[in-house]
């Protein structure tokens, strides 16, 4: 018999299905939720110890932020895009956010890039980017990207990277953009984007933005493609 929650419960409800939709979101961007992996339901209802309607509810916006999928006969499994569909994905961010920069080089208050600075700040202290291993982001607000559409004062912009593309875009950009050095130069990029944004040189920060997701793209196509090397490796 299915069980009906109580109005007054609500609010309770929606608070459990807000933590199990984060903690789910932060597991699938750091990989610990492996992309293309089946998720069950009763697996997650005993993993985080809560009832079918939260977790629903958390699947639920999990799927609209295109972070999990429904497959026919299969169920729901975390997503996996293609090579095409990662190259396609970062076509989109490259032009996009170069424009976002250009506009906040144009747009972006003395408060708003004081803002930015406090978030590089932020970064600069985390343990995972001082030993080089990752340079892992928070969401919203402490992340530079988001912080920088936002500056760019374009509602279109902000719908299409803040919303549509956003957890897809910062899934493959954390899983694979750190390796090497990369997590310091890209810190580096950042900062020197922000400079040309203070300085209102909107042409220097679209380059320096188009630049920096450029490089990311390539180091993720590269790990992504060793990756898909090392499995197919391991399947024969």
Known sequence: MNSIVPEQTAPEV???????????QDAIVRGELVPGSKITEPGLSKAYGISRGPLREAMRRLEAHRLI?????????????????????????????????????????AEEIAGLREV????????????????????????????IVLGSHNRM?????????YYLVRLY????????????????????????????DAELAELLMRRHVSA???????????ILTQQAEAAT
């Open 14 to 24: 929606r608070t459990l299905a807000e933590r199990v939709f984060h903690e789910l």
């Open 69 to 109: 999928e429904r497959v026919p006969h299969v169920g729901a499994r975390v997503v996996k895009l293609s090579m095409k569909e990662l190259l396609e994905l970062f076509d989109v961010r490259e032009a996009l956010e170069s424009m976002a920069a250009r506009l906040a080089a144009e747009h972006m208050s």
């Open 120 to 147: 590089l700040a932020l970064h600069e202290r985390q343990a995972d980017l001082k030993s080089g291993e990752a340079y892992y982001q928070r969401e919203g607000d402490l992340d530079f990207h988001y912080r």
């Open 157 to 165: 912009l902000m719908t299409m990277l803040c919303d549509d593309l």
């Open 173 to 200: 950009r954390t899983q694979f953009s750190a390796s090497g050095t990369r997590p310091h130069r890209a810190f580096v990029e950042h900062h020197r984007i922000v400079d040309a944004i203070e300085a209102g």
């Open 216 to 226: 990311s793209r390539a180091n993720v196509v590269e790990r992504y493609a060793t």
